[in-house]
C-alpha cells in the first residue's frame, strides 16, 4: 500500500503513541474501519428491510387484531 507523507507521519506518530509497530497498528485500524462499515451497511439494508416490510408487519397486526376481536365477539355471546 502507497501512501501521502502526511497519511505516513499520521500513522507513524498514532502507532507511536500506543507503542504499536506501525504494520499492526495500521492493520488493525484498517480491520475497525471495515468492521465499522460493514455494520453500517447491515443497519442500512435492515432498515431499509424494515421499510419494506413495514406495511406487510401493519396488515398482519390489522388482521390478527379483527381475528382478536372476532374472538372476544363470540365469547360474549
Request: glycine residues 8%; negative net charge; charged residues 40%.
Amino acid at each position: 500500500m502507497t501512501l501521502d507523507d502526511d497519511t505516513f507521519r499520521s500513522l507513524q506518530r498514532h502507532a507511536g503513541e500506543e507503542h504499536s509497530r506501525l504494520a499492526t497498528f495500521a492493520g488493525r485500524l484498517l480491520r475497525d474501519a471495515l468492521e465499522r462499515r460493514e455494520a453500517r451497511e447491515r443497519a442500512r439494508a435492515l432498515a431499509a428491510d424494515y421499510r419494506a416490510g413495514a406495511t406487510d408487519v401493519r396488515g398482519g397486526l390489522d388482521d390478527l387484531e379483527l381475528a382478536q376481536l372476532d374472538l372476544m365477539g363470540a365469547e360474549d355471546e
